[in-house]
C-alpha cells in the first residue's frame, strides 16, 4: 500500500551565550510567514542536498550571521501534527554553547530582527519553540551535573570564579565551591595561566585556560563529575 507523505524536515537551533553572570538564548524574529509578530529560535527547512549539521550551521548563518562549529542534537519534534500551520513540519533540533561577546548578530535573510534574551525574560515564541527551548534548558543543567562543560560559554581566559558562577547561574542552586574546584583542578582539563585578572579591586587572581586536549581524552575514556550543592 503506497502513502502520498508531503511532510518536510526542519532544522532549528538552540544558541546559548553567557555574559555578566547571566544565560542568553539567540532568538530572531521572522520577516514572513503567520508567526512574524512573535520571536522564535533560528532555523528552517532542510534542503535535498544537505545534511542536518550543515542546514542548522546555514540557517543559523543566513538568519544571525553567526557561525558555530559544533552542536549537539536535542530531540526530533513532530508528535504534533500541526506545530506548524503551514505544513506538516519535523524538526530537528540542536543546541550550541558560544561566547556571546565574541559574536557579532545581525539580522539577514528570513530575519527580520535577531537579538540575545535572558533566559529569565523570554518573549512568547512562535510555533512550539518555548517547549524546544524548555527541553534545551533542561538538557544543559543535566549535562552540567555528571560532565564538565560550559567552557564555550567563558573567554579563552577566565578566573576560576567566573566558572563557578557559570554552574550557580545555569544551575540556578548554589555549589559547593571548594569541592567544584578540587575536582575541576583534579581533572587537570584546566590550567592556571601566568596572567591576571585586569579587575583592579581585591586581591589580583590568576586566570585559567581550558585544557580541550585533555578534555577530549578523558572524554573518550569516561570520566565521573558530579556535582555537590551547598
Excluded at 52 to 72: C, G, H, M, P, S
Excluded at 92 to 109: N, P, Q, S
Aim: proline content about 3%; charged content about 30%; overall charge neutral.
Amino acid at each position: 500500500m503506497s502513502e502520498n507523505q508531503n511532510i518536510r524536515v526542519a532544522v532549528d537551533a538552540i544558541v546559548f551565550g553567557y555574559q555578566n553572570n547571566q544565560l542568553y538564548v539567540l532568538l530572531i524574529q521572522q520577516k514572513f510567514g503567520t508567526e512574524k509578530s512573535y520571536w522564535a529560535l533560528p532555523g528552517g527547512l532542510v534542503k535535498n542536498d544537505e545534511s542536518l549539521q550543515d542546514a542548522v550551521k546555514r540557517e543559523l548563518k543566513e538568519e544571525t550571521n553567526i557561525t558555530v562549529n559544533y552542536f549537539e542534537q536535542l530531540f526530533t519534534f513532530g508528535d504534533d501534527v500541526f506545530r506548524d500551520p503551514r505544513n506538516r513540519v519535523i524538526s530537528v533540533a540542536y543546541f550550541a554553547l558560544v561566547d556571546a561577546e565574541k559574536l557579532k548578530v545581525i539580522a539577514d535573510t528570513d530575519a527580520e530582527k535577531a537579538q540575545w534574551f535572558k533566559i529569565d525574560e523570554i518573549p512568547p515564541l512562535a510555533f512550539d519553540h518555548t517547549i524546544i527551548l524548555g527541553k534545551a534548558i533542561k538538557r544543559l543543567k543535566a549535562k552540567l551535573t555528571y560532565e564538565p562543560i560550559g567552557f564555550d560559554l567563558l573567554p579563552k581566559e577566565f578566573l576560576f570564579s567566573e566558572l563557578e558562577n557559570l554552574y550557580c547561574t545555569i544551575l540556578e542552586k548554589e555549589i559547593d565551591r571548594r569541592n567544584f574546584r578540587k575536582k575541576i583542578l583534579s581533572f587537570e582539563i584546566i590550567e592556571e595561566t601566568d596572567r591576571f585578572s585586569p579587575v583592579k579591586s581585591g586581591r589580583p587572581a590568576k586566570l585559567f585556560r581550558f585544557k580541550k586536549e585533555k578534555y577530549n581524552a578523558l572524554l573518550e575514556k569516561g570520566f565521573h563529575f558530579e556535582i555537590k550543592f551547598a
